[in-house]
């Protein structure tokens, strides 16, 4: 059995296909072999307009049509894909976000003063790097992660957007499975604990894992990744099992349709 998921991320799509799950995904502008600067988003509403376009448009091929769509997520990642349900709240049939930037960790982020000057900065010079950040040791490993500070532009689309979403997490109703470092140093694991506690969704997971970091699918040792994906699976495998619950609303939805319409007709 062909079981469907659509990821945003890397370093999943061999372990999620040797696991039966047909696997799509896309690298952003700026960003792994995509063309554009490195590591430069210069709109992130444009980024999200990109990946919705490209995954719906996988979704709606015919040997598609019918499967779970379920959209992962990892890092920022996980901010592109809640931007995506909240574009389309009931398109989506579950979500997997690994360390999802909700909000930027307080040790990752410059004091108010240098924001300020450099948001100001970001309208004269948007694609220099000088915004200060720790060495994340965990992704020198992936060769597509751009490693060099982030550009002023950049930085400060990914800012605005954890802070939009850390002050919406009410809004996310689809079903998710949260994974989370404990010493995670870049996206905050207590912001992800709030999202699980906050989210109007009643099918939700939080797994916390004491003692690993950032980069859970490809940085951790490989024990620590193996338990990871074992969960993500586990959970993905218990929403196959489940049924389709949007195609069982859609067809529900369309024989409504067909009795109004048949009883509209006999009355006329």
């Known amino acids: 059995m062909i079981k469907r998921l659509w990821v945003i991320g890397t370093g999943t799509g061999i372990r999620l296909a040797k696991a039966g799950f047909a696997v799509y995904g896309m690298d952003y502008e700026g960003h792994g072999k995509s063309s554009g600067l490195q590591g430069f988003i210069p709109c992130f509403d444009d980024l999200v307009n990109d990946c919705s ?24 990642g996980g901010a592109v894909v809640l931007l995506l349900h909240r574009k389309k709240p009931d398109y989506w ?4 976000l690994v360390a999802p930037m909700c ?6 982020k410059p004091n108010q003063m240098v924001i300020t000057v450099l948001a100001k900065l970001s309208g004269v010079v948007p694609t220099w790097k000088l915004i200060p950040t720790q060495d994340i040791i965990n992704i020198r490993s992936n060769p597509y992660c751009y490693k060099g500070r982030p550009r002023l532009q950049t930085g400060n689309e990914l800012l605005a957007v954890s802070l939009d979403l850390e002050n919406r997490l009410q809004e996310v109703s689809l079903p998710f499975i949260i994974a989370h470092g404990g010493d995670d140093k870049v996206t905050d694991p207590s912001v992800s604990k709030l999202l699980y506690e906050t989210a109007s969704s009643t099918d939700k997971t939080f797994k916390l894992y004491p003692g690993m970091w950032h980069s859970l699918t490809y940085g951790e040792l490989p024990e620590n990744t193996d338990t990871v994906f074992s969960d993500i699976i586990g959970w993905l495998n218990d929403k196959v099992a489940l049924g389709n619950s949007r195609l069982e ?20």
Not at 249 to 268: T, V
């Open 53 to 76: 376009h490209h995954f719906s448009s996988v979704c709606e091929r015919e040997e598609n049509v019918k499967k779970m769509r379920i959209i992962m997520g990892e890092s920022m």
């Open 103 to 108: 909000k930027i960790a307080d040790d990752m």
């Open 249 to 268: 609303r859609e067809q529900k939805n369309q024989n409504d349709d067909l009795l109004k319409a048949n009883s509209s007709e006999e009355s006329n």
């Open 93 to 96: 049939d579950g979500a997997v």
